[in-house]
């Protein structure tokens, strides 16, 4: 009884993080873009939230895009979608007004327990779909509960197609998603959180549930990102210069080890995935990493001020580049910002670096924006957005719980202005 009112006494506290938490699992559930989930998700994001615009950041956001959409018309003969790369601007300049905002939300009241009982809800029910999947049963959410329920790519769609064909399937677990990858990213989203909320062994104990989680479904996006966030929280005294230097040599390592087979045999061989990443026949390894690596530089070369995205298809077919996509040119957000936005991206990306707080924070953004090719739809802002909140909150509560209201919890600033003059500050333990 005591446990069900401290529970109950947690919910009220912050009924829109915790709300949000439990809603995770359906991000990727509505009719189309604007009605669905993710929408709802972020309309309740940007209610909660304080904007701020800062002019150097949204500036910068308006001239990139104007000189991007102003080459195409010019030197192209590629047509983007105005109104869509409008909407991809508006996110940006959302994103960095919410970044230098505060929560409206008492954000000092969530609890991180919500997040690691999700975590442990999704280990289960992946552990249950792999079990499942050994035996021939299919327990995927069907295909028409997803905003993109005409992607082939689903679980739900693959074991359609094999039963209509008459042959075996082999389909990792990925929980309530679309894809294993989105399983890793959510995975990333709570242990991120729990990072900052929870006593160290919970700490220990949240990686642990997301490691596993991610080698159940064999994402090898979770398992790189959730580790490299886990170390830079725990190595704060560790140069930012050094731990950025670090990560780019293991991510450089991994590529050079996929593209040359450099991998041991024995170890290729323990799974079907890392046998294809190293053969060079994996497709999610290849759209995400090595075609926007061997693109990257001639795009940048021929398009100084990148090429709009809703031009790309056409840019890169034109040019013999890749075979024709329907969306994103690469399922890697990163590559695609830079392919929009061509050398201006580079200034763009430190300004969101530095208004994320750099370090742990600043990694946790660009794994986002990597995990798809999508560079900035609702469900990463929402992400990105909350996740920063609670972190942000649990460093400015610890130097200045004075200055924190309980009447009034949402009356006091939360978390002061992201820059490069705030100090690091310890974490609280709860």
Not at 197 to 207: F, G, H, S, V
Not at 229 to 253: D, G, M, T, W
């Amino acid at each position: 009884m005591n446990a069900l009112r401290a529970l109950r006494a947690a919910w009220r506290g912050n009924r829109f993080a915790h709300g949000l938490i439990l809603l995770l699992p359906t991000i990727q559930y509505g009719a189309n873009y604007f009605v669905s989930v993710a929408a709802v998700l972020f309309a309740m994001t940007a209610w909660n939230t304080r904007l701020r615009l800062v002019p150097l950041p949204s500036a910068m956001v308006l001239i990139a895009t104007g000189a991007s959409l102003a080459y195409c018309a010019i030197g192209l003969p590629d047509e983007p979608n105005l109104l869509r790369e409008a909407r991809f601007a508006a996110g940006l300049l959302f994103l960095f007004a919410a970044l230098w905002g505060t929560p409206r939300h008492a954000a000092q009241r969530f609890d991180g327990r919500f997040a690691l009982a999700m975590l442990i809800a999704l280990f289960f029910v992946t552990a249950v779909q792999w079990v499942a999947a050994k035996k021939g049963i299919a327990l995927f959410p069907p295909q028409r509960w997803f905003i993109t329920s005409n992607d082939q790519a689903l679980a739900s769609a693959w074991v359609e197609h094999a039963r209509e064909h008459g042959y075996e399937w082999k389909i990792r677990p990925a929980a309530a998603f679309s894809e294993p990858s989105y399983l890793g990213f959510m995975t990333l989203l709570l242990q991120f959180v729990c990072l900052h909320t929870l006593r160290p062994k919970l700490r220990w104990l949240a990686l642990a549930v997301a490691v596993t989680t991610s080698a159940l479904a064999q994402t090898y996006f979770g398992l790189t990102t959730n580790l490299i966030i886990f170390a830079a929280f725990h190595a704060p005294r560790i140069p930012k210069s050094f731990a950025i230097a670090l990560a780019v040599l293991a991510l450089s390592a991994g590529l050079l080890a996929t593209v040359t087979g450099a991998l041991p045999s024995s170890v290729a061989k323990s799974t079907g995935r890392i046998e294809r990443i190293v053969s060079g026949e994996d497709e999610s390894v290849a759209i995400r990493l090595v075609q926007p690596f061997e693109l990257l530089g001639q795009v940048l070369t021929d398009a100084p001020f990148g090429v709009p995205i809703t031009a790309a298809e056409s840019y890169f077919v034109r040019h013999r580049m890749i075979v024709p996509f329907q969306d994103q040119p690469f399922q890697n957000g990163v590559f695609n910002f830079l392919m929009s936005y061509g050398w201006l991206a580079l200034p763009l990306l430190w300004m969101l670096w530095r208004a994320a707080g750099g370090g742990a924070n600043g990694l946790f953004v660009l794994f986002v924006l990597a995990q798809n090719g999508a560079e900035l739809d609702f469900d990463k802002l929402v992400v990105i957005v909350f996740a920063l909140q609670i972190a942000r909150y649990r460093r400015y509560r610890a130097a200045a719980p004075q200055q924190y209201s309980s009447r009034h919890p949402s009356a006091a600033p939360v978390f002061p202005v992201p820059g490069p003059a705030r100090p690091p500050l310890p974490i609280p333990e709860i």
